[in-house]
Structure formats: structure tokens, C-alpha cells
């Protein structure tokens, strides 16, 4: 649990922790809708190259990049290996019976797995360089034009960043029952998949227990606060855009921008 990386922050000075979320936010956005359009590996590498010079800038260990990795390990392993069985071709590496492996299945499941991991890296720095409160602040921004359409723009946000929030506590709460039950007998390690997942239901039950009384006791303090969502809801620290801001932003898009030309031209 503890190598879940996204909704974590990790607090610093870098320049990339200074930066107004609603550059990050949107230049997360525009880098991640750029990997769907990217063809090729080379456009992949160009990703890569701007994703380790951010975490470069930010200051933030790479090893909780790598543990954010690690814990999705399995979703990158069982889309690589739907890719490589179920993707037709005609230039066929190997073949047994009906199991079928071609050079086009390996290059889409080579593709699809580089693309989560730049997707899960992009997203883990994002959360990483910027405090909940922040992200909450940027979300409603962005949100702002679908209040027209009687859209709770505030509302929304302050659930989103609530749920990524909740992820580290989940996890505390979870390592702290696992161990509790440990110290009753409880075995986690031994047996099969089926008696695995039956010595995981002393911990749903307790888990879900303390995740439901925590909600609780949260929307207790805000209604003890007189929170009434974004209605007259004033800030202690304005969203002020800098002159650092606007150069980040026209730096993150020209990357973006190189990304596309790099995977799609290339």
C-alpha cells in the first residue's frame, strides 16, 4: 500500500512546487491527451525525456516515482499480455496450437505499457508538487465555465481532491489493521489465491468500518464550520498567475507540442 503515489504530496521549494496549479493541472492534461495521439516510440522517448526533467526541476525522488510503478505492476502486465495474444498481424514471431504471437501484438503491448507509465509518472508529479488545497482551487478554476450550465463547479473538486486525499489514510488505516491482525494469528503470506483473498475479509470489514465513520466525522467538522460549498466562499491565498507562470506554461506547451510532432512525424 505504501508504494501508492498518486494523491500523495511531498512538500519542497522546487521551482516546480512554485508554479500556479493551473499551469500544472494543464499542462498534466495537455501531456496526457498528447500520449493517446502518439504513434510511435520515438515520440514515447520524447515523453520520457520531459517527464524525468520535471521530476529533475521538482526535487522529487525518483524511488517514489518507482514505487508508484510497482504498485500497478500487475495492470501493466495483464494489458501487455491481452495486447500480445489478442492483437492480429501477419508477421508471426511465435505459434503453438491456437496461441498466436505476431510483431505487431509486441509493439502494441511494448506501446500500450510505456504509455501507462508515463501516464501514471505524469500524474504522480503532478499530486506530488502540489497540495491538495492547491489542486482544489485549480480544479474549480477550470470547472468555472460550466457553472452556465448549473454545473456545482466547486462541489465536484472539493470530492475529487477529498478522494485523493482519503488514498494515504486508506493506506495508514489499512497497514495498521493488517498488522493488528497479525498480532492475533492472522497469516497473509501462506496458502493459495482463494485462501488469500479469504484472509483479506478481517480487513475489508474493519476498513470499510473506519473509512465510512471517517467520512462522518468529516462532513460533521464541515457543518460544524457552517461549510456551505462555494457559495460566498472567500480564500486565504488568491490563485495570482506570475511572470515564472506564463513563461511555464508556453515551455510546457512547445514540450508538448515537440511531443506530437516527435510521435507522430518521426
Excluded: W
Aim: net charge positive.
Amino acid at each position: 500500500m505504501k508504494r501508492i503515489t498518486i494523491g500523495q504530496f511531498y512538500p519542497g521549494d522546487s521551482v516546480i512546487h512554485k508554479l500556479d496549479a493551473r499551469v500544472k493541472l494543464l499542462g498534466t492534461l495537455l501531456f496526457i491527451t498528447a500520449l493517446f495521439f502518439v504513434g510511435n516510440f520515438s515520440g514515447y522517448i520524447a515523453g520520457a525525456v520531459f517527464i524525468v526533467a520535471l521530476v529533475q526541476m521538482s526535487r522529487v525522488p525518483f524511488k517514489l516515482l518507482i514505487k508508484g510503478l510497482r504498485s500497478v505492476i500487475f495492470i501493466l502486465l495483464f494489458a501487455a499480455f491481452l495486447n500480445i495474444f489478442l492483437t492480429p498481424g501477419e508477421d508471426v514471431v511465435f505459434s503453438f496450437s491456437f496461441i498466436r504471437v505476431t510483431r505487431e501484438g509486441l509493439s502494441m503491448a511494448g506501446r500500450m505499457a510505456t504509455r501507462l507509465v508515463l501516464l501514471i509518472t505524469g500524474s504522480s508529479v503532478l499530486t506530488l508538487t502540489t497540495s491538495p488545497i492547491r489542486l482544489t482551487d485549480a480544479i474549480e478554476y477550470l470547472l468555472m465555465p460550466l457553472k452556465i450550465f448549473k454545473v456545482p463547479a466547486h462541489e465536484i473538486a472539493m470530492m475529487m481532491t477529498i478522494a485523493m486525499s482519503s488514498i494515504a489514510m486508506l493506506m495508514d488505516e489499512t497497514e495498521k489493521i493488517m498488522k493488528a491482525q497479525a498480532a492475533r494469528g492472522a497469516d497473509f503470506e501462506t496458502g493459495g489465491l482463494i485462501k488469500k483473498a479469504k484472509s483479506l475479509i478481517p480487513v475489508m470489514v474493519p476498513l470499510f468500518y473506519s473509512a465510512f465513520r471517517r467520512a462522518d466525522e468529516m462532513a460533521a467538522a464541515m457543518e460544524s464550520r457552517c461549510y456551505r460549498g462555494g457559495e460566498n466562499r472567500t480564500r486565504l491565498k488568491p490563485m495570482k498567475m506570475t511572470g515564472n507562470d506564463y513563461i511555464a506554461a508556453v515551455i510546457l506547451a512547445g514540450s508538448v507540442i515537440l511531443i506530437l510532432m516527435v510521435g507522430i512525424l518521426i
